[in-house]
């Protein structure tokens, strides 16, 4: 399956990362000692249509199949992970569905031992949030053989595995990125000192990185310093502080997770800073979004209605099992679409993002009452 790589100019996640709460099982068969799952069932199969008034009975609509879904994520604790797994836990309950999330705690070995248990207690699908492929190649191969599909969402993964997953409706991050760096170098001065927070063991993060230290350097200013921290708000702040303290000029902070937002705005306002140093960052979620609303230093968010990937997803499963229609490699150009978040427009209070849930899924759910029986 080919798949086009992110321009060169145009990212969410511990150690195999990154981004609701449900009630937690235990996937039978599954080794992933400490991986926590949720299962949501869904309600009787619907019955068929009544007679019209005129007493012909009408045309019953195609049934969509019972089926369960294996989410295998890979951190629940990320908010925009948890916004991307509710997107599509709520799209597949809409449609009949029990899907069954593990997360694996940024564990690989947690991720392979829920992908062979999905196998073994053959699930119809297997969903990947934020999982990179080339932490789970024999687990991916297995499902394969299995004929099993396999479709990776939420965060960017390497592409050279591609060939190994059904489909990939991730987001991309050098697009994810670019409205950010132009905010960046719109509200920063040429000649400024700015840092970079990576995260580079996932795609995602790598992406994020480098398509900010280009725009940066692009726009006259300085990278002064782009380590690497830990998924933990400690680290994060630790390696802000570091820098400040090298750089007592800096003028920006851009943490490439929105894990690192806090730890970076912390270490700020430690050094009594806030208003020399500004923030970009990713995610006007649960996490950042009241801390946007509280930090005037926090600039620009970078952020999409990602959230589509949910229904997107259980819609192009709907066509491959009623429809026998082949899944779509790739979730098309123009479907996301990617923003940046500022003080003048900080999503209400209480919501993850620009879009909700609800307002992308409803249009999927319109189609699908009129195309197919549902519960």
Known sequence: MNRQRPGATTLRRSALLLGVGVTAITLAACGSSGGSSSSSSASSAPASDSASASGSSAAALPAIPKKKIAYVEIFLQAPIEA???????????????????????????????????????????????SVEPSLVQESLKKAKDANIPVIAIAGESRHDLDGLLSAVYTENDTKLSEPLGAELCSKVKPGSEVAIIRFNLFFSGQVRGDTMKAAAEKCGLKVVADPEAEQTLADSQAKTSAIINQYPNLAAV?????????????????????????????????????????????????????????????????????????????????????????????????????????SVLQPFKDKWATKFTLP
Do not use: H
């Open 254 to 358: 851009i943490p490439v997770y929105d894990t690192f937002t806090a730890g970076a705005v912390a270490a700020i306002k430690a050094a009594n800073k806030a208003d020399q140093i500004s923030v970009y960052s990713y995610y006007a979620d649960a996490i950042n979004n009241p801390l946007m609303r509280d930090n005037k230093n926090i600039v620009a968010l970078a952020d999409c209605d990602c959230v589509i990937e949910g229904p997107f997803t259980v819609n192009a499963l709907v066509d491959l099992w009623v429809n026998s229609t082949p899944l779509p490699a790739t979730i098309p150009d123009g479907t996301i679409t990617y923003s940046v978040i500022t003080q003048a427009n900080i999503p209400p209070a209480g919501q993850d993002g620009p879009a909700t849930v609800e």
């Open 83 to 129: 916004r991307i797994n509710a997107s599509f836990t709520t799209a597949a309950q809409a449609v009949g569905w029990e899907v069954t999330t593990t997360d694996v705690a940024a564990d690989p070995q947690k991720a392979n031992d829920a992908i062979n248990s999905a196998i073994l207690q053959k699930y119809d699908a297997i969903v990947l949030g």
